[in-house]
């Protein structure tokens, strides 16, 4: 499986999870969410060619999936990740929440979805 392979199975599981969600069925939600975790997990193990090529997500036209991307990026791409969370993070809302919840834990120093 090719790196955008592992990136386009990221974005589709995110925004299935969050159409489960939405339907309440947190079951199916969490099955996405496990293939999203793996998806970026196997992302991560190519190191920084991984990360770099779930950076093009930042700039995806689904918000979830750019916050998802953005909050597993905050440590190698602060600058570009902080930016997109801060700006879904002024919405209302699940994926604004998520956002909010992503930058508070990264300013308490809590965060650890991509230790490096």
């Not at 939405?22 to 991984?50: C, I, P, Q, S």
């Amino acid at each position: 499986m090719t790196l955008e392979d592992l990136v386009e199975q990221f974005a589709q599981n995110v925004v299935a999870q969050n159409e489960a969600i939405f339907r309440g069925d947190a079951k199916t939600g969490n099955k996405h969410a496990r293939k999203y975790g793996a998806a970026v997990d196997r992302l991560f193990a190519h190191g920084n060619a991984g990360r770099d090529a779930l950076t093009v997500l930042l700039k995806h036209e689904r918000m979830d999936v750019r916050v998802m991307a953005a909050a597993h990026l905050l440590r190698y791409r602060t600058v570009e990740a902080k930016a997109v969370l801060e700006e879904a993070a002024k919405g209302q809302g699940l994926v604004p929440f998520g956002a909010q919840q992503a930058l508070k834990r990264w300013e308490e120093g809590t965060w650890a979805l991509d230790p490096g």
